[in-house]
């Protein structure tokens, strides 16, 4: 059997290609760099992490974006008759007054690794778009419209226009196709498929939280009218009918299924096998219960489909319950190779599950100047939204220690370095060393960001001499806790045990959509040049 989530952690708006035997799936980053991750799969069980579309954050500027906006729901397809991959991603900068402000851009590729194309700017007409390679080579782009006037259903419809791949431009102006499969609303993430006569359109509704759902429609022309699949919802973690066209708000909690062992299960992308198979991957998310709060973010699921004699996808088991257990493929089985839980920086490269907010991590992240460290340069506090010196990987289990060994003089106060549990700029807890004035030394101590609100544990703080230490993270479910170590055998603890569940998109303010994630960091607050040397970082989860 598969075990869902296949990607645990924030690896949310799942999209899927096949080319021959090889399977690509991308996710949504947001604020983070390297942007748009992109898994490998032959079995469609075992996952690598594979490349990253997104690197340069010249070309693709996320600096002082707040967190949650940034990369969106990116579509990956792979067109045969050109032998290239396709990637249309959107940059949302600003959701002030709900206008919802993006700008959709599309690149290709010969090989999934790159090198990408300059990207071509599609429109700013709404957030989700993807494309359709159309069998007489045509190609439509589709998005939500994002509605922003009195009067009209929000958040807004299914748009789609035409796209000139000679010109690298949209033909005329998007049209209105699709208002929804259902009464749930929240209407988003479409995508069109042709198939055997038919145009599919595969939508998520209900809002990305507890109502959430994937529908389709279908028609024998690509304008349309779209007829909805009369048992709509085809995939949820919610069966049964609900009518919340009237209320825009994309979580809805009141919907949390407790019956479901996954929830907010919605934002499909289908692919079909060599071997004839079918299966749909989603988006879903594991919420502590009862306080409703999914602190490793939005995760990617897969389900067994089929499609009926006449003409509909179904799930494989006759219901539309997502599972968290699928049957496997009749695909050869293919084991890939697996994130280390151990990293000493040996490699003359930085690995490429680390991310960054806003930037690439080489930015300030160096492996080469000092064989076997990391060397993390310092940079703006780390609530700032513009250059931030935190390399993390991404949190997949709520249980789970993370431990480094860490090499840093501070000379001022504005000099500290260490370990971090972070969801945004405004949630993070930090343990760190620094330069005490009113010690005269250098300390350990904890600085706690929640909802923007900053405490330093001064009353736990312990001064400590400029030599090597160890720091640990340790979470143990609704409970994390810090620790360090001199020798690296006898740890200590500091500081008081934090509340796990508040790093979450329902706890926090001032981002969303995203998930937590765990890292060393660095920060130099008055030239930006001080470092810390890091000789491993080592995540296991327990």
Known sequence: MIQNPILPGFNPDPCICRKGDDYYLAVSTFEWFPGIPIYHSRDLKNWELYTHVLTDDEQVDLKKLPSAKGI????????????????????MNSMNARYFDVDNFLIKAKN????????????????????LHDDDGRK????????????????????????????????????????????????????????????????A???????????????????????????????????????????????KPKYFNPDSALQKSGHGSVIDTQTGETYLVHLCARPFVPELRCTLGRETAIQKMTWTDDGWLRMADGSNLAKAEVPESNLPACPMPQIPEFDDFDQDTLSNFYYAPRIMPQRFADVTVRPGYVRLRGQESRTSLNKVSILARKLTSLHARITTKMEFI???????????????????????????????????????LENGEKTEFLNSRIPVEDVPVYLRLEIDGRKSWFSFSMDGATYQRIGKEFDTTRFSDEYCKYGEFTGTMVGITCADRVKHKHYADFDFLEYVNL
């Open 205 to 251: 509704e209900g809002g990305t939280g507890y109502n959430h759902c994937v529908t389709m429609g279908r028609s024998k022309k690509v304008w349309g009218p779209y007829e909805k699949d009369p048992m709509n919802p085809i995939v949820t973690s919610t069966p049964g009918y609900s009518n919340e066209r009237h209320d825009p708000d994309h979580l």
């Open 72 to 91: 969106w729901a990116p579509c990956l397809t792979y067109c045969e008759a050109e032998d290239m991959f396709y990637v249309v991603y959107g940059v």
């Open 112 to 131: 999934i690794k790159g090198p990408w194309s300059e990207p071509v700017y599609l429109h700013s007409a709404g957030f989700d778009a993807s494309i």
């Open 140 to 203: 439509y782009i589709v998005s939500l419209e994002w509605e922003t006037r009195e009067g009209y259903e929000k958040p807004g419809a299914i748009c789609m226009v035409e796209y000139d791949d000679r010109k690298q431009e949209i033909i005329g102006y998007p049209k209105r196709i699709w208002s929804g499969g259902t009464d749930r609303g929240c209407i988003e993430a479409p995508h069109l498929y042709h198939r055997n006569g038919y145009y599919y359109i595969m939508c």
């Open 410 to 448: 501070p000379l001022v106060h504005q000099h500290s370095a260490g370990l971090i549990l972070y969801y945004d700029n405004m949630n993070y807890i930090n343990l760190r060393k620094y330069y005490s004035q009113t010690l005269g030394q250098s300390a350990l101590s904890i600085i706690h």
